[in-house]
């Protein structure tokens, strides 16, 4: 898990995240997706489990917030100055039938 996380992390962040000042940062988020992989097994298979599911909502709060700290999610990659501008596929739909209606109205 947490190596996928690597590279879906450096794949989608490589217009702003630096490897030489960012990679540890990103190995810390890797190794608590890694953790988190495993404490969720722990809670899933022991409903008794209660320090465990603590432990797991802990851990998802820490990888939340070095997700934010990489701008991995919007409000942060724009805080971040970086956030992304891309036309959803409604709107060229929608822009290609007014296209077409203003030609054939010509």
């Not at 190596?3 to 030489?20: D, F, G, M, S």
């Not at 599911?53 to 939340?64: C, S, T, Y």
Request: charged letters at 30%.
């Amino acid at each position: 898990m947490g190596t996928e996380l690597w590279e879906r992390v450096w794949l989608a962040a490589a217009a702003w995240l630096k490897p030489q000042a960012d990679a540890e940062s990103v190995l810390l988020l890797c190794e608590a997706s890694d953790e988190r992989t495993s404490l969720r097994y722990r809670v899933m298979s022991d409903p008794d489990a209660w320090r465990e599911r603590k432990a797991l909502r802990d851990l998802e709060k820490q990888i939340q917030s070095a997700l934010g700290e990489l701008g991995l999610n919007p409000v942060d990659r724009a805080r971040l100055g970086v956030a992304e501008i891309r036309e959803n596929d409604f709107a060229k739909l929608h822009a290609k039938i007014a296209q077409r209606r203003n030609q054939a109205q010509a």
